[in-house]
């Protein structure tokens, strides 16, 4: 039997290897204007518990937040700003062999010009060298697609740096986007989901037990500190889920069942 946690009443998730569960509905720390300072990962523990704002290299050190919309599903709205983790090796073996697998709840607005075709609603890349790790994304015409970067070469996109892409989301709607990377040394498959159990991108990903990812960032590809913003995606976020190992299919169905897209 698969072990779970109880989250929303009767709503279960697998609990193996759960690392992060964001959801709006709780967790969120507001100040006295209404911008989201924090938002408390619900798995517990000290490990990777908090995101938080993240002031540096913006001339207005607020610019950043988020801010909380009631309708339902509860989310958090996002406008080229983040909220960061500051444990820098929680998500360390993401891309080193433990695999993962990330679910995202999320509406996309239009997006702002900034980096060409890299607006990020999360991610874990290191700031700086060659950029390892983890990130989920969308071109300027919001086409979704996510990567890993194993950092053997730099190039934004190669076969050390694979590209999933996707559908364009349709705008005013939510949608259901995983992203899924197996385990193991060598090639792994590399996966992208939205809004069915069938995979819609598929690739092959080179495992390098050395890569070194950073901080992770919700909002944003990685601690952007040098351009907060332009590389971060303007939606809504409702829950964002990752584990530390590749899902079953069973699994990513159930969770596909407890996150209702409409």
Known sequence: MVAAIVVAGAAEVPASGLLVDLDARKGVTLDGQGRVMCWRNQVGGEAARDFVGQPLGRPDAFSGLPSVVKAEPVSLAFRQQELLCHDESAFDELIRGSGCTW????????????????????????????????????????????????????GRFDINNPKLSGPKLEEGRFHFVAGRLGAGLGEVPVELFVNSLKPCATGRFPVNPQADSSKLSIGQERDATQHPGKESFDGEIARFLLWNRPLTDGELKTVFGQLPTR
Request: charged share 20%.
């Open 103 to 154: 679910v995202v709840l999320l509406k996309v607005y239009p997006q702002r010009v900034g980096l060409k075709d890299v607006n990020s609603f999360f991610g874990n890349l290191r700031n700086g060298q060659k950029y390892e790790g983890i990130w989920g994304c969308l071109d300027d015409d919001n086409t979704v697609w996510w990567g890993a970067r194993n950092g053997l070469t730099f």
